[in-house]
């Protein structure tokens, strides 16, 4: 029967799987050599697998076959004829409320000894403003798509889209995951794909700009010379020029494969008056030109915890290691960064964790070693929203 063979082939993957490389890359890879698997097999095995992962650490010890009808149960709506195959009595429940489906699920056999908490078993590790048990629900409901509009493209891309999605002011769409975005825009020109929680850095960039609280006593005169100390995927240099037009931007990163897809990214924006340079910024100190910048950006390498509600392979297999790894490249590079901040200059501290020693800590290590006065400093939380979750402090010199 299709059904035995789906969860079959399930079971085979997480068997397989080790974490070594993304799921999604992983997945691509073992459809590609399983052509007889049709679309429907493949989106079916998707949801199975992801399902499995997003449960985290919870009931860890049931078998993989019975995990994986959990996982469909918990986080999915919607579930299929599958789950009506192997589990029929659970079926009436698939639309319920989540809160309402989990009471269901811990009174069965399989879920006796499942815990909401064990998804991230990490409590103690927590920035103090995350609510762990709001948290530890967010993994069963994959986060939504969210684009940035970009100044200009207002009116066309909310009339593109026809009441597609829902419109957040002053510039946010919010999409189910699946919108095919490139069928619609040029990501990049009209619009950026980015994170509803990474949007808000603007808050922090352009105190003001997005009624966040806390930021206050900011120069009045906007920058003309950015750094993005960590560029990555450059999402964020685009959100300040977009803020700043006219911007002089300074990116850099350790990877020379960065620097090159900056350069499409930035082609595509319509930035050009920018400049890039390689560093590891964790052993070397940065080029006299770039602590001179008005406004810099350090949004540091770290665990990525909080964005795993997208890939919750990564909170399936973390080593808990890792945060002091982090946290100690995140010390280095500050080191070479903090102390060298231009006086009436501002840095913006960010990261994509939920881990104290990441955010908090990291923090008091900047006001300690260098003449930097914190403005503030937050968690963005995203899990309440279907969205990440970050964390950014403004300092100012």
Same mark, same amino acid.
């Given at each position: ?78 579930? !299929?004829?599958? #789950? @009506?195959?192997?589990? /029929?009595?659970?079926? =009436?429940?698939? %639309? *319920?409320?989540?809160? +309402? ?11 006796? !000894?499942?815990? #909401? @908490?064990?998804?991230? /078993?990490?409590?103690? =590790?927590?920035? %103090? *403003?995350?609510?762990? +048990? ?264």
């Amino acid at each position: 029967m299709i059904f035995d063979n789906q969860l079959r082939y399930a079971t085979q993957i997480i068997e397989s799987y080790k974490g070594e490389e993304p799921l999604h890359v992983w997945l691509k890879d073992y459809f590609r050599l399983n052509k007889q698997m049709g679309s429907r097999d493949r989106k079916t095995l998707s949801t199975l697998v992801y399902g499995f992962y997003r449960l985290g650490h919870a009931a860890r010890s049931l078998a993989i076959k019975d995990r994986l009808l959990a996982g469909l149960l918990l986080c999915n709506d919607q579930p !299929g004829e599958l #789950l @009506t195959y192997f589990k /029929p009595h659970w079926t =009436e429940k698939a %639309a *319920a409320p989540l809160p +309402e489906k989990l009471d269901f699920f811990q009174r069965q056999p399989e879920g006796a !000894g499942f815990r #909401l @908490t064990d998804i991230f /078993p990490w409590k103690d =590790e927590l920035s %103090a *403003a995350i609510d762990h +048990e709001a948290f530890c629900l967010s993994f069963l409901r994959q986060p939504d798509l969210f684009l940035r509009i970009r100044p200009g493209y207002e009116n066309m891309v909310r009339e593109k889209l026809g009441g597609v999605g829902q419109f957040e002011p002053p510039s946010t769409i919010r999409l189910p995951n699946g919108f095919k975005v490139e069928d619609y825009f040029t990501p990049d020109k009209e619009v950026v794909i980015q994170d509803y929680s990474s949007q808000r850095i603007a808050g922090y960039l352009q105190p003001g700009a997005m009624d966040q609280p806390g930021v206050k006593d900011q120069p009045a005169k906007p920058p003309h010379f950015f750094w993005d100390a960590c560029a990555a995927s450059g999402g964020k240099s685009i959100l300040a020029y977009d803020l700043f037009p006219g911007l002089d931007i300074l990116v850099s990163d350790i990877r020379e494969s960065i620097i090159h897809n900056l350069k499409a990214r930035f082609q595509t924006a319509g930035i050009k008056k920018y400049h890039s340079f390689l560093a590891d910024l964790s052993k070397q100190p940065p080029p006299a030109s770039a602590v001179n910048a008005e406004l810099i950006l350090a949004d540091v390498p770290c665990t990525g915890s909080g964005t795993w509600g997208r890939t919750p392979e990564e909170l399936y297999f973390f080593d808990p290691a890792a945060i002091d790894r982090y946290s100690s490249l995140q010390k280095r590079i500050m080191a070479g960064i903090g102390p060298h901040v231009a006086p009436d200059a501002s840095l913006v501290y960010c990261t994509c964790s939920v881990f104290k020693r990441e955010n908090e800590e990291i923090i008091a290590y900047i006001r300690d070693t260098s003449r930097l006065r914190i403005q503030t400093a937050d968690n963005l939380t995203g899990y309440n929203q279907r969205a990440d979750t970050l964390f950014a402090a403004r300092f100012h010199r």
